[in-house]
């Protein structure tokens, strides 16, 4: 980096799952969304708590959060991560935020519980 500073900064990938909330702006009929973000911390553990507080500022209920790891992490784990996904989890890096790359609404069968 030119400016002498190394960011401590890492960006992760976050599975989020929502449940419902009125307001929430997700499909009728759909229990909730399942949302593929990259969000920016030190550690996982903050970019799960930043990711968790913006979806909530969003009227959206986060229920639960999987970890799949930095940039790094998963090319050692033999994920294929494309341009496109690169440049979003880039993005996340240069604005220190939350960026939700994908929502899937969740329909009652889609849910693993019965």
């Keep these: 980096m030119s400016d002498g500073k190394k960011s401590k ?4 990938t976050l599975l989020v799952e929502t449940g419902r909330k009125s307001g929430d702006g997700l499909p009728k009929g759909s229990t909730g969304a399942a949302l593929m973000c ?5 550690d996982e553990a903050e970019a799960v708590r930043e990711t968790v507080a913006v979806l909530k500022q969003a009227d959206l209920n986060p229920l639960d959060v999987t970890g799949y ?3 790094e992490e998963r090319e050692a784990q033999g994920h294929e991560i494309d341009a496109e996904e690169r440049g979003l989890m880039q993005r996340a890096l240069d604005e220190n935020s939350v960026v ?3 929502m899937t609404p969740l329909y009652g069968e889609d849910q693993g519980e019965a």
């Design 100 to 102: 939700v790359a994908q």
């Design 38 to 42: 990259y969000a920016s911390g030190v």
């Design 9 to 12: 900064q890492k960006v992760f």
């Design 69 to 71: 790891g930095t940039l």
